[in-house]
């Protein structure tokens, strides 16, 4: 979609590292970690709709959690064997972004917690 240069102009620095750069922010930092208002949860690097916050919860991270993703379609899982241990990375479909990864210890009905980078992500409040 963009060439890196490109990403580095159209991302701040914090983006760029996590959706480029596969970084994580600290826990409990990112902006949206607690945040619970109505709305949709698009990728920051292309505006692809990504959660619905009916799909979010609590998981006491310090990261955005979600159950499911806003379509199947609007993430890509991919393995991940960074820090010498296999993990689930999650991206978005669209721009290919680093979001987080997915764990098998979220609630019922999927068992999933898709822990999300904030930084990879641009909240829309409901109208």
């Not at 949860?41 to 006491?60: I, P, Q, R, T």
Request: aromatic share 14%; hydrophobic share 30%; net charge neutral.
């Amino acid at each position: 979609m963009h060439t890196d240069a490109e990403w580095k102009k159209l991302l701040t620095p914090e983006q760029y590292q996590v959706l480029r750069q596969s970084g994580t922010e600290r826990a409990f930092t990112g902006a949206y970690w607690n945040e619970h208002g109505r709305g949709v949860y698009l990728c920051a690097g292309c505006g692809l709709e990504l959660f619905g916050s009916a799909e979010k919860f609590d998981s006491g991270t310090g990261w955005p959690s979600y159950w499911k993703p806003f379509k199947e379609s609007s993430v890509h899982v991919t393995t991940d064997t960074t820090f010498g241990w296999v993990r689930e990375a999650v991206e978005c479909a669209r721009c290919g972004g680093h979001l987080g990864h997915v764990f098998d210890d979220g609630p019922k009905p999927t068992y999933l917690r898709y822990c999300i980078n904030s930084a990879a992500l641009k909240f829309v409040p409901a109208k």
